[in-house]
């Protein structure tokens, strides 16, 4: 006896026509993500995305926050590295947004578009039967004129008004006029998007192919700037700029000019700098807050100032050295917190070696206008005095360990290796005084100059942004103020037994919300049966 194995049959093949399950998910998928409501929804999401990036401080702006962040936070920092929390606009997930909220905007705009323009094309649909049922209509009147006549002179007047009128023949001998207005609506809806999308785009490669960088940039010959990596407090590269793409140019300034009220508001901030750009002659130019510097592939921007204290150091074997260093502003009466630090003094010439122990700092306060505080009273420099402590010792700078260049590092000094050396209180300096330490060496203040803190920046889709920027507010006015409407009219021979003519009625259909459109219809009808525009 032959046993026969039964095989399982085969799966069901779907119908004919009938599109398989995984066509279909995909499908309804791209439907959800090009809808209206899910490119609202990842704009929301793209708006909360950003929101960390200003809550901690982001390398691409400040990597001098971001140590300090980690000194303040050791537990905490390790993780928001890894989330991106320092990095929040180039993490992968806002990237994913980023290109979610593209993607469904692109998937929604497109076929509106394709549909906004069959509609400009398409004559508007004819007249419903019952015009009386519509929202607004108007009961019939009587035009001694032939129907086409009147639907002739009806269709002009709604043209001369702007609208897109139509003129049918219908089989029983009557004519109606279809028209419609208010497409702009429409128009500016798509160009909003459109211009969002530009927008993004923009970002989206400025971020590639753009970079800044700070500088605080001291008045004198000895304080040149000139375009390097190297040279910049901090700076950022886009992924796609490399050290090589960056421009030619060198800076100094010459001059800064500030004006104040008697109030300390600032009233005007100039500075001039001599620029030379690829190598050529050196030029003068002059610019402000609001005009910056425009050279070719960067642009120079003006965004603070404050003064830079000049120091003179004598150590105990009669060296010295004098230092030119910024002191940043820590109000807006330009009170400067600043540090002055000499690590390569007392070193003795028998030996020539130094010892970290002697090294030398000094941190304090400079006041422009002296007042009875520790503040200033006013930015100018009325009253300047310059008040700072001493610290003895190893300063922390050879241990390779990053930190601020503006205040001493609090960690030699909580551990004792820098001693302060000059009691309680600051001493207080004006310029051309000179104060002798314990030990014998002496400091001069000997004077300040001003200083400019530069922005320099580069992105090429600036005008791209600009644009979609300006576009896009066109494009909400346009849809806020546009209505889309239809109005309707039918010319009906009169009846033989009447003197002849035409019977006119008319109705209308707003498309959207619109509490004028029972005016403009009445003033419609009222100049069909007069026959006047």
């Not at 998928?29 to 990036?53: K, Y």
């Not at 390097?228 to 140019?249: E, I, K």
């Not at 806020?480 to 009169?494: D, E, I, K, T």
């Amino acid at each position: 006896m032959t046993v026969v194995e039964e095989r399982p049959a085969p799966p069901a093949a779907p119908p004919p026509g009938r599109p398989s399950r995984v066509w279909a998910l995909l499908r309804n998928s791209w439907r959800q993500l090009t809808s209206m409501r899910t490119a609202l929804v990842l704009l929301f999401l793209l708006a909360v995305a950003a929101i960390p990036g200003s809550v901690f401080p982001q390398r691409a702006v400040d990597s001098q926050r971001v140590t300090d962040y980690y000194q303040a936070h050791p537990q905490l920092a390790p993780w928001l590295e890894r989330l991106g929390g320092f990095e929040v606009y180039g993490s992968p997930w806002f990237a994913s947004i980023y290109l979610l909220l593209f993607t469904s905007l692109v998937g929604c705009v497109l076929p509106r578009l394709r549909d906004h323009v069959r509609a400009l094309r398409q004559a508007p649909p004819d007249a419903p039967r019952h015009l009386s049922r519509l929202p607004e209509s108007a009961p019939e009147s009587e035009r001694a004129e032939a129907p086409a006549e009147v639907a002739a002179a009806v269709a002009g007047i709604l043209r001369k008004r702007r609208w897109r009128a139509k003129v049918r023949e219908q089989e029983d001998g009557s004519f109606t006029v279809s028209a419609e207005k208010g497409h702009l609506k429409e128009t500016g809806n798509l160009l909003f998007h459109f211009a969002l999308l530009a927008v993004l785009i923009g970002v989206g490669f400025g971020h590639w192919y753009g970079w800044h960088g700070n500088r605080i940039l001291v008045a004198g010959a000895d304080q040149g700037f000139c375009d390097s990596l190297a040279q910049y407090d901090d700076s950022t590269l886009g992924p796609r700029v490399d050290a090589a793409d960056l421009p030619n140019f060198c800076l100094e300034l010459t001059d800064f000019q500030a004006a104040y009220e008697s109030t300390g508001q600032p009233k005007k901030f100039s500075a001039t700098v001599a620029v030379s750009e690829d190598d050529g002659p050196e030029k003068t130019r002059t610019f402000t807050v609001n005009d910056p510097l425009r050279l070719h592939g960067a642009n120079v921007h003006l965004i603070g100032h404050g003064y830079a204290v000049t120091v003179r150091y004598t150590d105990r074997f009669g060296a010295s050295q004098t230092k030119t260093v910024p002191f940043l502003p820590i109000d807006g009466m330009f009170t400067s917190e600043g540090v002055a630090q000499f690590p390569d003094v007392n070193i003795d010439p028998r030996t020539n070696k130094r010892d970290a122990t002697l090294q030398m700092g000094f941190e304090g306060r400079y006041l422009p206008t002296v007042g009875t505080g520790a503040t200033s009273t006013f930015p100018a420099e009325n009253a300047p005095a310059l008040f700072l402590t001493a610290y003895r010792g190893d300063l922390g700078l050879d241990v390779g360990t990053p930190g601020s260049v503006y205040s001493l590092n609090q960690g030699q000094i909580a551990t004792g290796d820098l001693k302060n050396v000059s009691g309680a209180r600051p001493h207080k300096l004006e310029i051309g005084d000179s104060w002798t330490l314990d030990d014998g060496t002496k400091l001069e203040f000997l004077g300040t100059r001003p200083f400019a803190t530069l922005s320099i920046r580069y992105d090429p889709t600036q005008t791209l942004v600009l644009a979609g920027a300006a576009i896009g507010l066109l494009g909400l006015m346009l849809s806020l103020a546009g209505h889309r409407r239809r109005v309707w009219f039918r010319a009906l021979p009169a009846s033989p037994e009447s003197s002849g003519g035409t019977l006119l009625s008319a109705g209308g259909l707003p498309r959207t919300d619109y509490p004028g459109f029972a005016d403009e219809f009445t003033q419609l009808v009222k100049a069909a049966e007069e026959g006047t525009p």
